[in-house]
């Protein structure tokens, strides 16, 4: 097993990793719109956090050495369903190949963000 760890993406704010690979595959944790210049929260609303967390996916993925496109399971939390559909417009633009997928509203997500994603993705090889 491999820890996966980039400085353009936030570093983890608990004892867990960014990211762990076994074998040929990336098991990322649940990003946060967090801006890893900054540690700030990015933007107030849905759309804002959302291309965040893509972001923030997207290196955590590509120092694993994969990508959106490689992504065969997504994990989604949203601190409300009525923003369902603006998290969709932006989900669907990075998770082109429609991977599987779970989406759930919890009552609360760290620091009071708006979303949160995780992602299992194969390597590129």
Not at 16 to 36: E, K, N, R
Not at 74 to 94: E, P, Q, S, W
Request: hydrophobic residues 45%; proline residues 4%.
């Amino acid at each position: 097993m491999k820890t996966v760890y980039t400085e353009q993406a936030p570093a983890a704010i608990g004892p867990y990793s960014q990211a762990v690979i076994l074998g040929d595959v990336v098991y990322t944790s649940g990003q946060i719109a967090i801006v890893p210049s900054t540690g700030e929260i990015a933007g107030d609303t849905i759309e804002e956090q959302t291309e965040q967390v893509m972001k923030n996916l997207g290196t955590v993925l590509a120092a694993a050495g994969s990508c959106f496109e490689n992504a065969v399971k997504t994990t989604c939390f949203l601190a409300d369903m009525a923003d369902f559909a603006a998290f969709n417009a932006i989900y669907g633009k990075y998770f082109v190949n429609k991977p599987a997928r779970s989406c759930v509203a919890v009552k609360t997500l760290p620091k009071n963000v708006l979303c949160e994603v995780e992602v299992i993705a194969a390597i590129e090889k």
